[in-house]
């Protein structure tokens, strides 16, 4: 790996703390921009802010996995106020330098794309999307447990969407004895799931289902759980929704309807953020070198 890599690191959870020791240690460069609650003694980490200086001599910018919201704003819980990206930081970088971030929407692609600085989305990365998928997992098995008075074995579990993250979270249910039906779109997943010994559901048809349910896991961005699904369902359902903002339920139906829904976001970050740092760090350390 090539020394003398500059990165910037803004905002982040606990994911990334681990991110930062992993980093420094290798002898790259870190300024950090929204962990002035921290403090940290490595040499090679700067969290005193940065001048323009240090922005020109810039690699690599690094963003938190759930990217900015739609003005530019990110997710810092270290820091004590808003911290934000835009194409004039951007712009100020070297021709070189290449922005990380878990996923992006319209505001992150138009601005790497006005400064005409390359785009690199994490999450879109069977490594990184992959081995997330066990701490996130994890995560949701533990959320399910302390958010029921039943036992997931047993219980009538419906995992929505069969991506990385569903197909991890459908073995581990399974796993535990819960009667698993999934919910997918694509004849390939059917098959799957039906080889993995599971029942699919084509997710058009989840009103026809959702009334056996006792807990529901959703990993689909999109709403799913709208009000008339949830209308069929049985006001003791528990939803999980571990889909990226706005998640794939109607949350404020759901709360009128007595049915709990738990917006559970960045759990790895949350119940295993040194595996799930450990994780960044090994593919950034991969792609920073290349």
């Avoid at 002035?36 to 240090?54: A, M, V």
Wanted: some cysteine; charged content about 20%.
């Amino acid at each position: 790996m090539k020394r003398n890599i500059n990165l910037l690191i803004m905002g982040g959870d606990q994911r990334y703390v681990e991110v930062i020791h992993q980093l420094s240690s290798q002898g790259i460069q870190i300024f950090l921009e929204g962990f002035e609650q921290l403090s940290f003694s490595h040499p090679h980490i700067h969290n005193g802010g940065y001048t323009e200086t240090d922005v020109g001599k810039l690699d690599a910018i690094l963003l938190p996995l759930n990217g900015t919201d739609s003005e530019g704003h990110i997710e810092a819980l270290y820091s004590n106020q808003p911290v934000r990206i835009s194409s004039d930081i951007l712009q100020k970088t070297p021709e070189h330098c290449v922005v990380y971030t878990g996923i992006s929407g319209d505001f992150l692609d138009s601005a790497a794309k006005q400064a005409g600085r390359k785009l690199v989305r994490l999450m879109d990365r069977d490594d990184i999307a992959i081995m997330n998928s066990i701490p996130t997992a994890e995560a949701a098995l533990g959320a399910a447990i302390n958010e029921t008075d039943f036992t997931v074995h047993s219980s009538n579990v419906l995992i929505l969407g069969f991506g990385r993250v569903g197909m991890t979270l459908s073995r581990l249910f399974d796993a535990v004895g819960a009667h698993v039906t999934v919910g997918a779109r694509k004849d390939s997943d059917f098959a799957l799931i039906m080889e993995m010994g599971l029942r699919p559901i084509h997710l058009d048809n989840l009103s026809e289902y959702i009334s056996e349910c006792n807990i529901c896991i959703n990993s689909v961005p999109y709403l799913l759980l709208d009000s008339f699904v949830l209308s069929k369902a049985d006001r003791s359902l528990i939803i999980i929704d571990i889909a990226s903002r706005p998640g794939g339920t109607d949350f404020e139906f759901a709360r009128k309807q007595g049915i709990k829904a738990v917006h559970a976001l960045g759990l790895p970050g949350q119940t295993a953020p040194k595996t799930a740092g450990e994780v960044i760090s090994g593919v950034l350390l991969k792609l920073l070198g290349e």
